[in-house]
């Protein structure tokens, strides 16, 4: 799927979209000090994020983390 639904609302496979949903709300962060544990709060606190929190895994954590540092590192 990794998309956003037609609602706007954010699920776990969609990783773009929570990437740019985190760049958004949190545009000063220093993306290689956030942790797996600090990046799951971050995800799931994001106003769109709808899907259930005990989906998460550390793969699907790892991929978030990993595009979100492509995005904002030159």
Known sequence: MNEISQ???LY???T???VLSLKAAYPD???DTVGLVQLYHYVT???NFVDDPRLAND???NEILREWYEEVTP
Do not use: F, H, M, Q
């Open 45 to 47: 606190t994001l106003p």
């Open 7 to 9: 609602s706007g609302n």
């Open 12 to 14: 776990w496979d969609a």
């Open 59 to 61: 793969g699907i954590l």
């Open 16 to 18: 773009y979209e929570i």
């Open 29 to 31: 962060i220093a993306v």
